[in-house]
């Protein structure tokens, strides 16, 4: 067993009251030694979601690192993560003008325990277009932290998806710098937390670019003792203009000891943007229950088929059916109350 | 629609921009010590409970940090603070009595014609000290008590008022809460006898007139059980080039059935610190309406926070801020639910403009007992211009399954499409604008008394370079 | 000979960065009225716009003359000040500004006069009951929440108000019924008089029914292919633009 650090990650990009300790979370993560692991300069400032303190624990922890590099026009099709599920990894993705590449990374619930931290980067050049996937349902013995931070150049079009369905806690969080002309950014989150799950997510899109776009839309379901934070932020910086950002969080509530916080937030110092943001938290739609319970569905059946829609979509983009039908039936496993 | 609109003289910073020298008749050091607050509470004729109280709040103040969170305080230095100044008269209840400059600054502010007009009752409070109260016959009458805090702490409520002074703002809330424990001076007790409604507004009017000086005023509001009050406060002060600093507290009881509307129309001159702390606590279904408008000051720091304690409960908090230039206003709402069935709804509008910075700060709490609690949230952000800044920072905290909490916020700038739409009908590109974020503005208009609406619409106006209309 | 009210020379434009006007000559005397049509994408609304001086449409060649003056570089408040007015296909909604406050601003800078509250919101729910349309609307914040054949009345009902010498309608008649199309053709019918000018984009010949139509002019590409009487509207209706685009070109 090696040491235990507390780390500072998920900063909100600016404070608010302490009390709501919303303004970071902290990390527990266990010291291993490793060797400091070679980051190429051109992904060394990256500003991730989680934050400088998780990516510096990463970096000196990582036992892989790997780099891909798609060329000017290249097409890498989807990229899996061959080392997926251990301790520690980064993956840096430089996508060259017009290239196309999706990497995508999975933990099973073949994992129990320990911790999963990783990382990925990427520097996306003009009209590239780069997906990136990170999922887990691991057991619930493991603590997963998930990051991720892109520069988006030129008319780039960025996607991440998170799916965070297992662990003893997940951290999770994405940043993107829109840096050039019609950059785009688009990042869908799933997560489910039961039993004593703790979940943190933060995301940040910083629009430097003119006319840059952005969409950060997170799905969740609480159940148990399950207690998440989510922060959700749009940094319009003065230049950005005619950029447009739209940001939303929808929550169901289960149980009456999940606790959820929610803080979206929107920066603001240039006129000509379009931003909005929306929040819905609560317990599940009363008429749609009704409806799926007159056809027939017991209120479990009802419940999971009212978290599955929500989530389907994004499961959905896991380009691997071995993964799909992994996810679906661990969900169905968890939320089987009855 | 507001039910009732009164005529009172409103909030334009022009007519503000006068001042009278004043003779003070005492004036403390300008740092804080205990000798100070001591002096302070002899001055008071305090009774033995509230001394120490204040020994102790100095205690908690200079133990506190400022927040970390917030538009910066750094211009404000609490040791070149005058604290305490007391204008050089005692309490009045004829506007006759009162001595003519303060009279005069108040007449210049319309209050006395108000009163005549359309109000209940009156307080004025001229810097550190109410300098008059009134109340009418037919209002006193009901049973209404409306008197300055110094009065009450002695007179036949000094019991309700020992037991719910700094009850809902306790000293350790923040350092500024903490500070208004230590020096608070002035400011209003009311008191609203179960299933009394008072039919027209009281109102209080705080007027800061010493350079450098702060304004402590402590507000006390009971509503009894099924009564319903509509309380107005209006703020204003010259302008200086010194920071002055606000640091005022309200505490609002709302009684089981009752109702109260809070409004404020907040014009500060733009060298104040303003750190005022706000709050509500509501029995079973009490409903805490505030109205609240932010336009004067150089630093803000206001979110009304409401308890919904009873089963039933509800709030409406209606909102709007205006930045302009050197400004930087943090305001918000905060609303907890502890009760079953609680609901609330938070609705804000902020405009910045000329370098002016709107931060849109809020949470909203859900406790573990608040079953079939709503709550919903709006807020709209106005940029008129690329100096500017707006933030929104809004929280929320559900701890319970069978609730239910809606969020939505907006930012962005007018649209050319909707000018151009204006102007096809003949109005000037900066009349376009104006009656724009006018129209912005009305949802929060509608919600006040006709002159301060009236008032606030002149004064968007006036923010508004070059429009006519 | 008829007094000259708008001249159109030469007019090429473009909508981000595109050309979409190629060179429209048009002349409007005074009490005439003009029916535009044409396929989609022809030009139409642009026409209009630059007309009004839209700032997102830009003028790149030609000239807009009304009243012999010289309007191309304009902005819309003083063209509509000098008698201008167009009905919008998508109309703007301004919350917070009631339709009748917004209205009485607007009459009283064009006209410069003060205007009594009482007469002024007399003649409002006079010309709103024309339209067959509920008076409450006056209070209502401008357009919003209005539905489609909603917006399209309360166009008409601000040119009633504001009476102009120049009205552009744009598609006026588009989503609305045919009891709506009647009242609203009605509402124009009682607009014009000798002194006024229309410029009509339609493609519903239902509104027409009750003016007297001077010209129609069919807009292909940006250019003008085809000017004639009301008797091209007939032949449009049962031909089409297929024909007439093949002999423009």
């Given at each position: 067993?090696?040491?235990?650090?507390?780390?500072?990650?998920?900063?909100?990009?600016?404070?608010?009251?302490?009390?709501?300790?919303?303004?970071?979370?902290?990390?527990?993560?266990?010291?291993?030694?490793?060797?400091?692991?070679?980051?190429?300069?051109?992904?060394?400032?990256i500003?991730?979601?989680?934050?400088?303190?998780?990516?510096?624990f990463?970096?000196?922890?990582?036992?892989?690192?790997?780099?891909?590099?798609?060329?000017?026009?290249?097409?890498?099709?989807v990229?899996?993560?061959?080392?997926?599920?251990?301790?520690?990894?980064?993956?840096?993705?430089?996508?060259?003008?017009?290239?196309?590449?999706?990497?995508?990374?999975?933990?099973?619930?073949?994992?129990?325990?320990?911790q999963?931290?990783?990382?990925?980067?990427?520097?996306?050049?003009?009209?590239?277009?780069?997906?990136?996937?990170?999922?887990?349902?691991?057991?619930?013995?493991?603590?997963?932290?998930?990051?991720?931070?892109?520069?988006?150049?030129?008319?780039?079009?960025?996607?991440?998806?998170?799916?965070?369905?297992?662990?003893?806690?997940?951290f999770?969080?994405?940043?993107?710098?829109?840096?050039?002309?019609?950059?785009?950014?688009?990042?869908?989150?799933?997560y489910?937390?039961?039993?004593?799950?703790?979940?943190?997510?933060?995301?940040?899109?910083?629009?430097?670019?003119?006319?840059?776009?952005?969409?950060?839309?997170?799905?969740?379901?609480?159940?148990?003792?399950?207690?998440?934070?989510?922060?959700?932020?749009?940094?319009?910086?003065?230049?950005?203009s005619?950029?447009k950002?739209?940001?939303?969080?929808?929550?169901?509530?289960f149980?009456?000891?999940?606790?959820n916080?929610?803080?979206?937030?929107?920066?603001?110092?240039?006129?000509?943007?379009?931003?909005?943001?929306?929040?819905?938290?609560?317990k599940?739609?009363?008429?749609?229950?009704?409806y799926?319970?007159?056809r027939?569905?017991?209120?479990n059946?009802?419940?999971?088929?009212?978290?599955?829609?929500?989530?389907?979509?994004?499961?959905?983009?896991i380009?691997?059916?071995a993964?799909?039908?992994?996810?679906?039936?661990?969900?169905?496993?968890?939320m089987?109350?009855? | 629609?507001a039910?009732?609109?009164?005529?009172?003289?409103?909030?334009?910073?022009?007519?503000?921009?006068?001042?009278?020298?004043?003779?003070?008749?005492?004036?403390?050091?300008?740092?804080?010590?205990?000798?100070?607050?001591?002096?302070i509470?002899?001055?008071?004729?305090?009774?033995?409970?509230?001394?120490?109280?204040?020994?102790?709040?100095?205690?908690?103040?200079?133990?506190?940090?400022v927040?970390?969170?917030?538009p910066?305080l750094?211009?404000?230095?609490?040791d070149q603070?005058?604290?305490?100044?007391r204008?050089?008269?005692?309490?009045?209840?004829?506007?006759?009595?009162?001595?003519?400059?303060?009279?005069?600054?108040?007449?210049?502010?319309?209050i006395?014609?108000?009163?005549?007009k359309?109000?209940?009752?009156?307080?004025?409070?001229?810097?550190?000290?109410?300098?008059?109260?009134?109340?009418?016959?037919e209002?006193?009458?009901?049973?209404v008590v409306?008197?300055?805090?110094?009065?009450?702490?002695?007179?036949?409520?000094?019991?309700?008022?020992?037991?719910?002074?700094?009850?809902?703002?306790?000293?350790?809330?923040?350092?500024?809460?903490?500070?208004?424990?230590?020096?608070?001076?002035g400011?209003?007790?009311?008191?609203?006898?179960?299933?009394?409604?008072?039919?027209i507004?009281l109102?209080?009017?705080?007027?800061?007139?010493?350079?450098?000086?702060?304004?402590?005023?402590?507000?006390?509001?009971i509503?009894?059980?099924?009564a319903?009050?509509?309380?107005?406060?209006?703020?204003?002060?010259?302008?200086?080039?010194?920071a002055?600093?606000?640091?005022?507290?309200v505490e609002?009881?709302?009684?089981?059935?009752?109702?109260?509307r809070?409004?404020?129309?907040?014009?500060?001159?733009?060298n104040?610190?303003?750190l005022?702390?706000?709050?509500?606590?509501?029995?079973?279904?009490?409903?805490?309406e505030?109205v609240?408008?932010?336009?004067?000051?150089?630093?803000?720091?206001?979110?009304?926070?409401?308890?919904?304690?009873?089963?039933?409960?509800?709030?409406?908090?209606?909102?709007?801020?205006?930045?302009?230039?050197?400004?930087?206003?943090?305001?918000?709402?905060?609303?907890?639910?502890?009760?079953?069935?609680?609901?609330?709804?938070?609705?804000?509008?902020?405009?910045?403009?000329?370098g002016?910075?709107?931060?849109?700060?809020?949470?909203?709490?859900i406790?573990?007992?608040?079953?079939?609690?709503?709550?919903?949230?709006?807020?709209?952000?106005?940029?008129?211009?690329?100096?500017?800044?707006?933030?929104?920072?809004?929280?929320?905290?559900?701890?319970?399954?069978?609730?239910?909490?809606?969020?939505?916020?907006?930012?962005?700038?007018?649209?050319?499409?909707?000018i151009?739409?204006?102007?096809?009908?003949?109005?000037?590109?900066?009349?376009?604008?104006?009656?724009?974020?006018?129209?912005?503005?009305e949802?929060?208009?509608?919600?006040?008394?006709?002159?301060?609406?009236?008032?606030?619409?002149?004064?968007?106006?006036?923010?508004?370079?070059?429009?006519?209309? | 000979m008829?007094?000259?009210?708008?001249?159109?020379e030469?007019?090429?434009?473009?909508?981000?960065?595109?050309?979409?006007?190629?060179?429209?000559?048009?002349?409007?005397?005074?009490?005439?009225?003009h029916?535009?049509?044409?396929?989609?994408?022809?030009?139409?609304?642009?026409?209009?716009?630059?007309?009004?001086?839209?700032?997102?449409?830009?003028?790149?060649?030609?000239?807009?003359?009304?009243?012999?003056?010289?309007?191309?570089?304009?902005?819309?408040?003083?063209?509509?000040?000098?008698?201008?007015f167009?009905?919008?296909?998508?109309?703007?909604?301004?919350?917070?500004?009631?339709?009748?406050d917004?209205?009485?601003v607007?009459?009283k800078n064009?006209?410069?006069?003060?205007?009594?509250?009482?007469?002024?919101?007399?003649?409002?729910?006079?010309?709103?009951?024309?339209?067959?349309?509920?008076?409450?609307?006056?209070?209502?914040?401008?357009?919003v929440?209005?539905?489609?054949?909603?917006?399209?009345k309360?166009?008409?009902?601000?040119?009633?108000?504001?009476?102009?010498?120049?009205?552009?309608?744009?598609?006026?008649?588009?989503?609305?019924?045919?009891?709506?199309?009647?009242?609203?053709?009605?509402?124009?019918?009682?607009?014009?008089?000798?002194?006024n000018?229309l410029?009509?984009?339609?493609?519903?010949?239902?509104?027409?029914?009750?003016?007297?139509?001077?010209?129609v002019?069919?807009?292909?590409?940006?250019?003008?292919?085809?000017?004639?009487?009301p008797?091209?509207v007939?032949y449009i209706?049962?031909?089409?633009?297929?024909?007439?685009i093949?002999?423009?070109?």
């Amino acid at each position: 067993m090696g040491e235990q650090n507390i780390l500072k990650v998920n900063p909100l990009p600016t404070l608010t009251w302490n009390h709501l300790m919303l303004n970071f979370a902290n990390m527990p993560l266990e010291a291993a030694s490793s060797k400091k692991a070679d980051i190429p300069s051109e992904f060394k400032d990256i500003e991730t979601g989680m934050g400088r303190e998780f990516v510096s624990f990463v970096e000196s922890h990582a036992s892989y690192v790997r780099i891909i590099r798609a060329g000017k026009g290249e097409d890498l099709g989807v990229i899996k993560d061959e080392k997926a599920g251990i301790a520690s990894e980064i993956i840096l993705i430089e996508a060259g003008e017009d290239s196309r590449v999706t990497f995508y990374t999975h933990a099973s619930d073949s994992v129990q325990d320990g911790q999963i931290t990783r990382l990925v980067k990427v520097i996306a050049g003009p009209r590239a277009q780069v997906t990136v996937i990170q999922s887990q349902t691991v057991g619930n013995g493991c603590l997963v932290g998930d990051d991720f931070g892109a520069v988006v150049g030129d008319e780039a079009k960025v996607r991440l998806i998170q799916s965070e369905l297992g662990g003893k806690a997940a951290f999770a969080g994405g940043c993107a710098a829109l840096k050039g002309y019609k950059a785009d950014f688009t990042e869908e989150t799933i997560y489910f937390g039961d039993e004593s799950r703790r979940l943190d997510f933060s995301y940040v899109t910083r629009h430097t670019g003119k006319k840059t776009t952005t969409s950060i839309l997170a799905n969740g379901a609480l159940f148990g003792n399950a207690d998440k934070v989510y922060r959700g932020s749009m940094d319009f910086i003065h230049g950005c203009s005619k950029s447009k950002g739209r940001e939303a969080e929808n929550v169901l509530l289960f149980s009456p000891t999940a606790r959820n916080r929610s803080i979206p937030l929107i920066l603001c110092d240039e006129e000509d943007v379009d931003g909005q943001h929306a929040a819905s938290i609560g317990k599940i739609n009363k008429d749609l229950m009704y409806y799926l319970q007159s056809r027939g569905l017991t209120e479990n059946q009802a419940r999971q088929l009212a978290v599955e829609s929500r989530f389907n979509p994004v499961i959905d983009e896991i380009p691997d059916e071995a993964v799909r039908e992994e996810i679906h039936a661990s969900l169905e496993r968890r939320m089987n109350l009855d | 629609m507001a039910e009732e609109r009164p005529e009172i003289q409103g909030v334009n910073q022009s007519i503000y921009d006068f001042r009278y020298e004043t003779h003070a008749s005492f004036e403390t050091d300008a740092g804080l010590t205990p000798e100070i607050v001591e002096q302070i509470s002899k001055e008071k004729n305090d009774p033995d409970w509230m001394r120490e109280f204040r020994l102790k709040s100095l205690e908690i103040y200079q133990k506190t940090a400022v927040p970390n969170w917030g538009p910066p305080l750094d211009g404000l230095n609490m040791d070149q603070i005058i604290t305490y100044v007391r204008p050089n008269t005692t309490m009045r209840g004829k506007w006759s009595e009162v001595p003519d400059d303060i009279k005069n600054t108040f007449e210049r502010l319309g209050i006395p014609d108000a009163e005549q007009k359309s109000l209940a009752g009156v307080g004025a409070q001229y810097d550190s000290e109410v300098v008059y109260h009134n109340v009418k016959d037919e209002v006193a009458r009901q049973g209404v008590v409306y008197t300055d805090m110094e009065s009450a702490l002695r007179g036949p409520y000094a019991d309700l008022v020992k037991e719910k002074f700094m009850h809902l703002v306790p000293p350790t809330d923040h350092k500024f809460a903490a500070l208004h424990g230590a020096v608070w001076s002035g400011g209003s007790f009311v008191y609203v006898p179960a299933g009394v409604h008072v039919d027209i507004p009281l109102q209080s009017y705080f007027r800061l007139n010493a350079a450098g000086a702060g304004q402590f005023e402590h507000t006390l509001i009971i509503v009894e059980p099924g009564a319903y009050l509509h309380f107005i406060e209006g703020c204003s002060a010259p302008k200086y080039n010194v920071a002055n600093l606000h640091a005022g507290c309200v505490e609002l009881y709302v009684g089981k059935g009752a109702r109260l509307r809070y409004s404020t129309i907040e014009n500060w001159s733009k060298n104040m610190y303003n750190l005022n702390t706000k709050r509500a606590l509501v029995e079973d279904d009490g409903i805490m309406e505030w109205v609240s408008g932010s336009f004067g000051s150089h630093i803000s720091y206001l979110y009304p926070m409401t308890i919904l304690q009873g089963n039933d409960s509800h709030m409406d908090f209606t909102g709007i801020t205006f930045a302009g230039k050197t400004q930087a206003l943090d305001t918000g709402a905060k609303v907890v639910h502890n009760g079953r069935n609680t609901s609330s709804h938070i609705s804000t509008k902020s405009i910045s403009k000329d370098g002016g910075v709107c931060v849109y700060r809020s949470e909203v709490i859900i406790g573990k007992d608040a079953v079939g609690a709503k709550s919903s949230v709006n807020c709209d952000s106005l940029m008129l211009d690329s100096k500017s800044r707006s933030d929104t920072i809004p929280a929320m905290d559900v701890r319970n399954a069978d609730s239910d909490v809606g969020h939505e916020a907006k930012i962005g700038r007018i649209s050319d499409e909707a000018i151009f739409y204006l102007m096809s009908r003949g109005l000037s590109e900066e009349d376009a604008r104006a009656m724009i974020v006018s129209g912005f503005a009305e949802p929060v208009a509608k919600e006040l008394p006709l002159e301060y609406a009236v008032e606030m619409n002149n004064l968007i106006k006036l923010e508004m370079d070059g429009s006519t209309f | 000979m008829s007094e000259e009210l708008l001249r159109v020379e030469n007019l090429h434009a473009d909508v981000e960065e595109k050309e979409i006007l190629k060179g429209i000559n048009l002349v409007v005397n005074k009490g005439e009225t003009h029916v535009l049509m044409g396929p989609n994408g022809a030009g139409k609304s642009t026409l209009d716009n630059c007309i009004m001086g839209n700032p997102e449409y830009k003028v790149t060649e030609g000239k807009i003359f009304f009243k012999g003056e010289d309007i191309t570089k304009q902005k819309a408040d003083a063209r509509a000040r000098k008698g201008i007015f167009m009905s919008f296909q998508a109309p703007q909604e301004v919350p917070g500004v009631t339709m009748e406050d917004f209205l009485r601003v607007c009459k009283k800078n064009l006209t410069g006069e003060n205007i009594r509250y009482f007469a002024f919101h007399k003649e409002l729910a006079a010309t709103m009951k024309a339209l067959d349309m509920d008076d409450s609307y006056a209070s209502r914040y401008l357009n919003v929440g209005f539905s489609g054949g909603e917006k399209k009345k309360a166009e008409i009902v601000q040119m009633l108000t504001l009476n102009p010498t120049f009205a552009m309608l744009d598609e006026t008649d588009s989503g609305l019924d045919v009891d709506a199309v009647r009242v609203v053709s009605e509402g124009i019918r009682r607009f014009k008089t000798d002194e006024n000018s229309l410029l009509i984009i339609t493609h519903n010949t239902k509104i027409l029914e009750d003016l007297k139509v001077d010209f129609v002019h069919v807009l292909y590409d940006g250019r003008i292919i085809k000017t004639g009487g009301p008797e091209l509207v007939d032949y449009i209706n049962t031909n089409g633009f297929a024909e007439l685009i093949k002999e423009g070109e």
